[in-house]
């Protein structure tokens, strides 16, 4: 795993860089923001995360250590690649990241190229609770509704391929269930637990 690397730049990109580091050229992908300030010649530190596919290895970096956390957290939302991560860090910081996801807003994440509806509400369910929000955000969340995480269970589901019809009542039965304080995540999978045998039963599985 190559987890970071300092050289010079050989050549920029709107959105990659060449490193020479020791006499090797890395191509890097890069955010938009990071590219403008890069300039022939530089000696740059980089974080960096390796993705490995059958067919390609591709470096992406970054200059701070908390945006390689969020590009990883990213990754984990069903439906968002590589690209789509990058293109998420072009469009917002990581504050205004973890600011929708706390506010549960997803309009921030919809205005990105290449992330649809469904995706992007699958981020701000799917990242709830795992990113630090800024301080400002934090003190003026409010505890989200019953009818709030409802919309956002179901909004979910349906997501991921259930009808509406099957995503409300099975959402309306976790949250009759839920403890006191459940979140989002939490009730997700408490549906994704139900459907499962569901799916079976109807199938013949």
């Known amino acids: 795993m190559i987890s970071s690397l300092r050289g010079r ?17 890395y191509a890097v992908a890069v955010t938009a923001q990071l590219a403008r300030e890069l300039h022939l010649g530089d000696e740059r ?9 059958e067919d390609s290895m591709s470096l992406f970096g970054f200059a701070e250590r908390a945006d390689l956390d969020v590009f990883g957290q990213l990754l984990s939302v069903s439906g ?5 991560a990058l293109g998420v860090l072009s469009s917002l910081t990581v504050d205004q990241i973890a600011r929708a996801v706390a506010d549960e807003d997803d309009a921030p994440f919809r205005r990105v190229s ?16 795992k990113l630090h929000a800024p301080a400002a955000a934090v ?3 409010s505890t989200p509704t019953a009818s709030g995480l409802a919309d956002q269970v179901t909004a979910a589901l349906i997501a991921l391929g259930w009808s509406e019809r099957v995503a409300v009542e ?10 006191t304080g459940a979140t989002v995540p939490s009730l997700l999978k408490l549906a994704l ?11 013949g599985v």
């Not at 730049?9 to 050229?25: A, R, Y």
């Not at 290449?114 to 609770?129: M, N, R």
């Not at 637990?193 to 199938?203: N, S």
């Open 9 to 25: 730049v050989l050549h920029v990109e709107p959105d990659s860089v060449v490193l020479d580091v020791n006499g090797v050229g």
């Open 80 to 84: 968002v690649g590589p690209k789509s």
């Open 45 to 53: 530190s980089l974080h960096t995360a390796l993705i490995v596919r």
């Open 139 to 141: 003190a003026g969340a």
């Open 114 to 129: 290449g992330i649809g509806p469904k995706t992007a509400k699958l981020i701000v369910v799917q990242l709830a609770g």
């Open 170 to 179: 099975a959402t309306a039965t976790v949250l009759d269930a839920a403890p």
């Open 193 to 203: 637990a139900q459907l499962g045998p569901a799916r079976k039963e109807r199938t």
